[in-house]
């Protein structure tokens, strides 16, 4: 039989269309997306779902999660008190899903990883955000420390008790990949996450050395294009930021001016989310167009030649990244390092840690439920600080608190 003459397999013939011009609707995902139906499996197997792909599979699975529910009480950069309005750690997540669904598309990938990556990412927060991740990395330095990330790799493989047939969620290979891998390659074999994975390397190794998946990547980009235009959003509202002390900063500055310019009030919600929309629609444009670029001169066909490649191929212009890292650094000085906030952080530090010393301590037990600590009866000192701490970043923000309350005679006001 001769050759088929019209399948495009050279590397040249993929040259021909990365999307250019690429219209709003849905198309097929392009050779190098992340293929479900080639998934390489779930540690525990499992008879495929007649309705849904691995990677939807592993979405509704992250959204039925208990960790996934609690997010909506754990802080982004405002308590859940302070206002209805201000973005949660679960709103952030689903702001982070839309935009990564939105890049997916215009770039041909699986939509569904993607989003599932994106939705997945903050699991292993703990209360307070950032300021609770500090605090729990300073009290565990001793015994392997505190990562987000990692503990978001602990949640989905073994914290989550929902299947009668296995502990954790049972994802495909590519979300845990993702999530592991999602900023960039692990090559430091003692980092949080190195150690966390080291079960599922006896299993398949995840390649830790190697760029995720593209759809891993493009979530990374949506969680700094969601937190930036919506912490900018937040900031506003709160009256940390005005619109006049944005005009001249890179990526809001330019977009400040022109709403300034049209609009009837220029110091009211409607503007402030203007101004905001139009970040997201500048800073997606910037790294659809950048990535396009990228795959026209990688030229890849599968998705393993994207996580061989030597760099990020999803990725801002050198330009949009440089304007993005100066609009972050007016960011920490004016909304994440302003004295109101970090009055209150710096509270929630001393109540996470207070929190922490209580429940490792074997002379307290009625700390913990009676679950956890007859779990912790057996356990050496490393192995019960890693326990309480895995019971901790569970918390929310709200919890927190009341267990401090009760168990503590003064506990510091967060406002």
Not at 95 to 108: N, S
Request: with cysteine; net charge neutral.
């Amino acid at each position: 039989m001769k050759a088929d003459k019209t399948k495009m397999t050279s590397k040249a013939a993929n040259k021909i269309d990365y999307g250019e011009g690429l219209p709003v609707g849905a198309r097929a995902p392009a050779s190098y997306a992340a293929s479900a139906i080639a998934s390489r499996g779930r540690f525990f197997h499992e008879v495929a779902c007649p309705t849904r792909s691995p990677f939807q599979r592993d979405r509704d699975r992250i959204l039925h999660a208990t960790a996934f529910r609690r997010l909506t009480y754990k802080t982004q950069v405002f308590l859940f008190h302070e206002g209805d309005h201000y973005r949660s750690r679960l709103t952030h997540s689903l702001e982070v899903a839309q935009i990564a669904r939105t890049i997916a598309r215009q770039l041909r990938l699986d939509e569904d990883l993607a989003e599932a990556v994106a939705l997945a990412h903050d699991l292993g927060h703990s209360p307070f955000g950032h300021a609770g991740e500090r605090a729990l990395d300073r009290a565990m330095r001793d015994f392997g420390g505190f990562d987000h990330n990692a503990q978001s790799i602990r949640v989905v493989t073994s914290l989550e008790r929902k299947y009668l047939a296995f502990d954790g969620l049972n994802l495909s290979w590519e979300m845990l990949e993702g999530l592991a891998k999602h900023n960039g390659p692990v090559r430091d074999l003692q980092s949080p996450v190195a150690k966390v994975v080291r079960r599922l390397e006896t299993w398949k190794p995840l390649d830790l050395a190697k760029w995720a998946s593209a759809e891993a990547q493009v979530a990374s980009l949506a969680d700094d294009i969601a937190y930036l235009s919506h912490d900018v959003d937040d900031g506003l509202r709160a009256g940390l930021l005005s619109l006049d002390a944005l005009a001249d900063v890179p990526v809001a500055g330019p977009l400040v001016r022109e709403v300034i310019g049209v609009a009837k009030n220029a110091h009211d919600g409607r503007a402030f989310y203007e101004v905001t929309r139009r970040m997201i629609t500048v800073m997606v444009a910037d790294v659809v167009n950048e990535t396009r670029r990228a795959l026209a001169q990688l030229a890849p066909e599968t998705a393993d030649d994207i996580r061989s490649a030597g760099s990020a191929t999803v990725a801002f212009s050198k330009m949009m990244a440089s304007d993005m890292k100066a609009l972050k650094s007016f960011l920490f000085e004016r909304v994440y390092h302003h004295e109101k906030v970090m009055r209150v952080m710096k509270n929630a530090e001393q109540i996470v840690t207070d929190l922490l010393d209580r429940y490792r301590s074997l002379g307290e037990p009625t700390a913990l439920p009676e679950a956890w600590t007859v779990a912790m009866r057996d356990l050496d000192a490393r192995a019960r600080a890693r326990l309480s701490a895995d019971y901790l970043a569970g918390q929310t923000d709200r919890y927190a608190l009341a267990e401090h309350r009760r168990l503590f005679e003064v506990t510091p006001d967060l406002r």
